[in-house]
T-cell receptor, first 111, second 114 residues
Framework: RKEVEQDPGPFNVPEGATVAFNCTYSNSASQSFFWYRQDCRKEPKLLMSVYSSGNEDGRFTAQLNRASQYISLLIRDSKLSDSATYLC????????????FGQGTTLQVKP | ETGVTQTPRHLVMGMTNKKSLKCEQH?????MYWYKQSAKKPLELMFV???????ENNSVPSRFSPECPNSSHLFLHLHTLQPEDSALYLC?????????????FGAGSRLTVL
């Protein structure tokens, strides 16, 4: 079983739609959680950290459910520029930089 | 130059060749990483260096040999690779301590082994 599991998609949505991605992780001792974004043929970039209380950054909302070992990302009012692969990332500790990546979920926003 | 720079961006090599990938960061970070990204697979951590000392080798075959001469530079020496080693090799850097999990990646070196 993969340590971080994501539905690879692709998710095809029209502009303006709301879309949600989910991710599950298997190691209950995991300490830190993130969403990274990777554009086609580019490097991954940090999108946002994920906190137990949930956090929001503009149109993006991330949630963490430690009991269910589940992370989500909600994108409201999708833009064409949101088309990318979204990587769910888990760290086993809070300060080692040893990140475990999910396979990624591909989003394609259509006009 | 700013951020994390990787060279070469593309590399084609035969199985008997020896080549090296180079990574340089201009962010003042003290941790550097090599990750491998194969098609349809998640990024896999290969090596971690903190203050130029190796702190993680994620069971990487010895045909991959990392070198970290200082906190700003990281190399990956390649020899007698296999076709299945063809992948995108990503270098990253971060602060140490509480900032360690926020990685800045380079654009990657796309390797093809014939």
């Amino acid at each position: 079983r993969k340590e971080v599991e994501q539905d690879p998609g692709p998710f095809n949505v029209p502009e303006g739609a709301t879309v949600a991605f989910n991710c599950t992780y298997s190691n209950s001792a995991s300490q830190s959680f993130f969403w990274y974004r990777q554009d086609c043929r580019k490097e991954p970039k940090l999108l946002m950290s994920v906190y137990s209380s949930g956090n929001e950054d503009g149109r993006f909302t991330a949630q963490l459910n430690r009991a269910s070992q589940y992370i989500s990302l909600l994108i409201r009012d999708s833009k064409l520029s949101d088309s990318a692969t979204y990587l769910c990332v888990v760290a086993r500790s809070s300060n080692t930089g040893k990140l475990i990546f999910g396979q990624g979920t591909t989003l394609q926003v259509k006009p | 130059e700013t951020g994390v720079t990787q060279t070469p961006r593309h590399l084609v090599m035969g199985m008997t060749n020896k080549k090296s990938l180079k990574c340089e960061q201009h962010l003042g970070h003290n941790a550097m990483y090599w990750y491998k990204q194969s098609a349809k697979k998640p990024l896999e951590l290969m090596f971690v260096y903190n203050f130029k000392e190796q702190t993680e080798n994620n069971s990487v075959p010895s045909r991959f040999s990392p070198e970290c001469p200082n906190s700003s530079h990281l190399f990956l020496h390649l020899h007698t690779l296999q076709p299945e080693d063809s992948a995108l090799y990503l270098c990253a850097s971060s602060q140490t301590g509480t900032g360690a999990n926020v990685l800045t990646f380079g654009a990657g070196s796309r390797l093809t082994v014939l």
